[in-house]
């Protein structure tokens, strides 16, 4: 049996039903307003994900896991999801891109523009001129540009991010991803195996 999940490591518990009402219960650190959802607030699995864009492990999560964890507990209610994106500082231009997938969040366009980040993760580490490239990518997702650019020169959007990597300190996150499932951490981007076996055990 893999240790990982016969061995529950209760760090943290996960309180309230809803979005607003979520909190990591220690230190009474509060999710309310932090990070994007997916899936209904009644679901019975609540996964707080805490990732940086820039980190190739949490692109190949995305992409190869969370696909199937949305499309098999997501999207029939069973699962919650929240991300919370956060800047660890070992990559390039990730607070950048970090901030503009909030501004896209404004538009309700978080998750297209989480899909975007990860799928160009290349490109924009390397990139020469960030702002010009982000603002390419909110025209890539049809959003609209003068709200965008206003919203990347709002100071709120930089202490939305520095509030998300303030809570991953508190938290002592180290490596990205990081999960908690029902109160239960889960470090590192797991396979799809295993993943759904941690959330069958976290729905009995």
């Not at 580490?125 to 919203?151: E, H, N, P, V």
């Not at 990081?178 to 799809?192: C, M, S």
């Amino acid at each position: 049996m893999i240790r990982l999940l016969s061995t529950p490591i209760l760090v943290l518990a996960l309180l309230g039903a809803s979005p607003a009402g979520a909190q990591l219960s220690r230190g009474g650190i509060s999710l309310a307003g932090v990070g994007h959802d997916a899936g209904g607030a009644t679901a019975r699995v609540f996964v707080v994900e805490f990732a940086d864009f820039g980190c190739s492990y949490c692109a190949k999560f995305a992409s190869e896991t969370l696909t199937k964890i949305d499309s098999v507990y997501i999207q029939k209610g069973t699962v919650r999801w929240k991300m919370v994106p956060f800047v660890t500082g070992m990559f390039r231009n990730s607070r950048e891109v970090a901030e503009a997938a909030e501004c896209a969040g404004e538009q309700g366009a978080f998750w297209k523009m989480h899909d975007l980040l990860y799928a160009k993760r290349k490109e924009w580490m390397a990139s020469k001129d960030i702002r010009a490239l982000i603002a390419r990518y909110a025209t890539q997702l049809r959003l609209d540009g003068a709200a965008f650019g206003r919203c990347a020169l709002n100071p709120q959007i930089r202490a939305r991010i520095q509030r998300h990597d303030a809570i991953a300190q508190q938290l002592a996150i180290r490596g990205t991803p990081t999960f908690y499932v029902n109160g239960r951490v889960i470090p590192g981007a797991i396979p799809w195996e295993l993943f759904a076996q941690v959330i069958d055990d976290a729905s009995k």
